[in-house]
């Protein structure tokens, strides 16, 4: 039986919300409260920032990162070590890197792992534009810096596989990150520590 208290734009608003990570009916509901009662101060402001972010935010045509420009700031801070890619699964692992300031090299996110339950195989993988930048850059070295899942190290281990038939030396994260770890969910310290140790494969 339908609630009385529904309303189809309340409950528009709490659907949204819950297919943000982290939120579940209840808390989408709390949320969604939380912005009804606080319109002018927080509901009108984060309207309008989402509106803008979703008209101003691009995806890096080099690396894969998101910024207002493209290339991104990462790709053209001309500060930064250009014979360095470490490669990351996802935009919020390169943020945990860039969060623990161990790397100053390039970036490139590959949007995901190789996963046969889901359906994932190379061709879905961002892999092209990586051998792109190695045959194409003075790429010196590439970091596999991918979670140590099942499904990221056989990612890791194709990558690997993949990018031997280039003159590029290939390392991974090392000791610091536990089996089954994922980058986003880890301390900076523990990130530092993987990449400091990491390990040529």
């Given at each position: 039986?339908?609630?009385?208290?529904?309303?189809?734009?309340?409950?528009?608003?709490?659907?949204?919300?819950?297919?943000?990570?982290?939120?579940?009916?209840?808390?989408?509901?709390r949320?969604?409260?939380?912005?009804i009662?606080?319109?002018?101060?927080?509901m009108?402001?984060?309207a309008?920032?989402?509106l803008?972010?979703?008209?101003?935010?691009?995806t890096?045509?080099?690396?894969?990162?998101?910024?207002?420009?493209?290339?991104?700031?990462?790709?053209?801070?001309?500060?930064?070590?250009k014979n360095?890619?470490?490669?990351?699964?996802?935009i919020?692992?390169?943020?945990?890197?860039?969060?623990?300031?161990?790397?100053?090299?390039?970036?490139?996110?590959?949007?995901?792992?190789?996963?046969?339950?889901?359906?994932?195989?190379?061709?879905d993988?961002?892999?092209?534009?990586?051998?792109?930048?190695?045959?194409?850059?003075?790429?010196?070295?590439?970091?596999?810096?991918?979670?140590a899942t099942?499904?990221?190290?056989?990612?890791?281990?194709?990558?690997?596989?993949?990018?031997?038939?280039h003159?590029?030396?290939?390392?991974?994260?090392?000791?610091?990150?536990?089996?089954?770890?994922?980058?986003?969910?880890?301390?900076?310290?523990?990130?530092?520590?993987?990449?400091?140790?990491?390990?040529?494969?």
């Amino acid at each position: 039986m339908k609630s009385r208290i529904s309303n189809p734009e309340i409950d528009k608003l709490i659907l949204l919300i819950s297919k943000l990570p982290g939120f579940g009916p209840k808390s989408a509901s709390r949320a969604a409260l939380h912005l009804i009662k606080n319109k002018e101060q927080l509901m009108v402001p984060l309207a309008e920032t989402l509106l803008s972010s979703s008209e101003n935010i691009v995806t890096c045509e080099i690396c894969g990162n998101i910024d207002v420009n493209s290339p991104c700031m990462i790709c053209t801070d001309e500060g930064r070590s250009k014979n360095q890619i470490c490669v990351v699964e996802n935009i919020a692992d390169l943020w945990a890197l860039e969060k623990s300031e161990v790397f100053n090299g390039l970036y490139h996110v590959l949007g995901g792992t190789l996963s046969a339950i889901n359906s994932i195989g190379p061709d879905d993988l961002n892999l092209k534009k990586l051998i792109d930048r190695i045959e194409g850059e003075k790429i010196d070295e590439v970091i596999l810096a991918l979670s140590a899942t099942v499904d990221g190290q056989t990612t890791a281990h194709y990558v690997a596989d993949t990018l031997s038939k280039h003159s590029v030396e290939v390392s991974r994260l090392g000791h610091g990150v536990p089996v089954g770890g994922e980058l986003d969910y880890m301390d900076e310290g523990t990130i530092a520590a993987a990449l400091s140790a990491r390990q040529k494969i």
